[in-house]
């Protein structure tokens, strides 16, 4: 096949994907259905997974033999809120100023979807002998919780890739090891009535503030007694508490208080266990105001939560990554991607490498460098070629 033909640059895919406000609250539809309506040009077949309400999709698609194995490119299609962020240039169009590409995901991550996207594309130039995925999801951003049909597809299918490259914003550098999320609401009760009266009354705030020590308490030991791991920026489980809320009015002692906090850990630690050690310090709680006030309670609810990546530095998919980018390195991120429910729930190796930082995500005037998008697309141009022969 003519491997010569013009194909569509990835800094013209960026451009369109920047446009498409896909902040997690709002659908992603039109911006699936320009990437299918983009491969359809190219002869390449999506499969789209909704979500119940019709609004959201994954998409799956591939290029090259329909046998077992070869490489999926992953990214997630949605946006962190642009709400009380303070920017300079429009945040849902793409704009180059001085050697960076300014917009809401171009970081985080639609530089890399738009590079991957361009690699499908490019690689219908050739006669493939390994076949290229490309998978992109919804809701990454609010717990991974859309990639969910996609891994129950990729179970199901007769065959499947035999490796993963998660692009978040690494640098480039080869990550193979992000730690995992535990997501909870607390539901302090208490008693209700007039602030006048608060004595006589147990304050679901002032539960819940005795809970947040607890959780404080937790920390604390498990900085000073938990064996760290030195690769990692933070290198043990955090533990945080990201919103509080309650009351109706000053004068009303609350009845309810909920706290929400997470637990991000290594993969040597188990959170469901951390999560047992502060039930249990919380009911003790508990069971003492219920000497006074018989109907207190505190009760936790799981909302989300997605596993740990610990690839092994010398597996197949980190040396060949490695050898695309001509590095012997590898990077443990602070954050969390769907790399780890790709690895532990379908069994396809993976590893974290894409363009940019996310010292820039989430931040108002995100940009992406343009030099990395274009190594990243030198990097998944050796990808073509390594799949060619």
Request: hydrophobic share 40%; proline share 5%; glycine share 6%.
């Amino acid at each position: 096949m003519n491997s010569k033909r013009q194909f569509i640059s990835s800094e013209a895919i960026l451009e369109k994907l920047v446009a498409f406000d896909t902040t997690s609250r709002h659908p992603n539809l039109a911006l699936v259905e320009y990437v299918t309506g983009l491969l359809d040009k190219h002869g390449i077949a999506s499969t789209l997974l909704h979500n119940n309400e019709k609004t959201k999709a994954n998409l799956y698609a591939s290029v090259g033999p329909k046998v077992e194995g070869g490489v999926m490119l992953s990214g997630h299609t949605d946006v962190v809120p642009i709400d009380g962020q303070d920017w300079t240039y429009p945040a849902f169009k793409l704009t180059k100023d001085k050697q960076r590409l300014y917009g809401r995901g171009t970081a985080d991550m639609k530089g890399f979807v738009a590079c991957a996207i361009a690699a499908l594309i490019k690689s219908t130039a050739h006669q493939l002998q390994t076949p290229l995925h490309l998978a992109l999801s919804y809701d990454e951003e609010i717990g991974c919780v859309g990639v969910h049909s996609l891994l129950n597809m990729l179970n199901n299918a007769p065959t499947k890739p035999g490796m993963c490259i998660v692009g978040e914003p690494t640098q480039l550098q080869v990550a193979t090891k992000h730690k995992g999320k535990l997501a909870v609401l607390a539901h302090c009760r208490g008693t209700e009535g007039h602030s006048a009266l608060a004595p006589h009354y147990q304050n679901a705030i002032h539960l819940a503030c005795d809970l947040v020590g607890i959780l404080r308490s937790v920390q604390d030991k498990i900085v000073a007694h938990v064996p760290h791991d030195a690769q990692a920026d933070i290198p043990f489980t955090t533990i945080h508490v990201g919103r509080i809320n309650a009351a109706q009015a000053l004068n009303i002692v609350p009845n309810l208080c909920t706290v929400n906090f997470e637990i991000r850990h290594p993969a040597s630690d188990d959170p469901l266990k951390i999560l047992e050690g502060i039930q249990s310090e919380a009911q003790e709680l508990a069971d003492k105001a219920k000497l006074k006030f018989p109907t207190v309670e505190i009760r936790f609810d799981i909302l989300n939560s997605y596993p740990a990546l610990d690839t092994p530095a010398d597996s197949q998919v980190v040396q060949f990554v490695q050898s695309l980018l001509k590095t012997d390195q590898t990077s443990f991120v602070a954050f969390g991607t769907e790399a780890g429910l790709f690895s532990s729930k379908v069994g396809i190796p993976t590893v974290v490498c894409g363009p940019g930082s996310m010292n820039q995500g989430h931040k108002p005037d995100e940009y992406l460098e343009l030099h990395q998008l274009q190594q990243c697309e030198r990097m998944l141009n050796q990808l073509i070629a390594r799949l060619i022969t």
